[in-house]
């Protein structure tokens, strides 16, 4: 039984997304043919959707910049693990991997901060990207309660991550 299939409730679609709107940008090519089960998993495909659009984004960034070196390696580790985890038979082994995708995610989150910061992307660029990484994050939390017996102790819960950035504009607006 692969992964998948183990994450299916009576529903049918626990560690599943619904549809969303996602950026042009962002789409995977979801008619490519799947030959292991970690293939079939929602969020790798989100986490190979994401890789792709970040190397869109590092061809437009001629400016050599750590944060882009990281950008690049967080995102690859994010599906390399994901997949990773998936051939794990233990549920510790399987949590171990799925772990470090979850911090890989939010490296990639913390860099693409970064990359604004340093004016070399503007922010409405990488709202879309965030927004794939809650996502990403959500989904990686569901798994990791379903094989992890330390998913409580993880500070990520899902809906943790807000969606709506001018929350914290206004925020950061009141301490000034």
Not at 133 to 148: C, T
Request: aromatic share 6%; hydrophobic share 40%.
């Amino acid at each position: 039984m692969g992964l998948q299939q183990s994450l299916r409730g009576t529903n049918g679609n626990v560690g599943r997304i619904g549809a969303h709107a996602h950026a042009p940008a962002l789409d995977h090519d979801r008619s490519m043919k799947s030959y292991f089960d970690h293939e079939k998993l929602d969020v790798y495909r989100e986490a190979i959707a994401f890789c792709g659009w970040v190397g869109k984004l590092l061809s437009e960034i001629s400016v050599k910049a750590a944060a882009k070196d990281q950008l690049d390696r967080a995102s690859t580790s994010l599906p390399l693990n994901i997949a990773e985890g998936n051939g794990k038979f233990s549920d510790a082994d399987r949590s171990r991997f799925l772990e470090i995708a979850r911090g890989s995610a939010l490296e990639c989150a913390a860099c693409l901060d970064v990359l604004v910061a340093r004016k070399l992307i503007a922010t409405e660029r990488i709202v879309p990207a965030k927004e794939r990484l809650v996502r990403i994050v959500n989904m990686l939390m569901g798994m990791l309660k379903r094989f992890s017996g330390r998913a409580e102790f993880l500070r990520e819960d899902e809906g943790t991550y807000p969606n709506d950035y001018e929350h914290e504009q206004e925020h950061d607006h009141e301490h000034e």
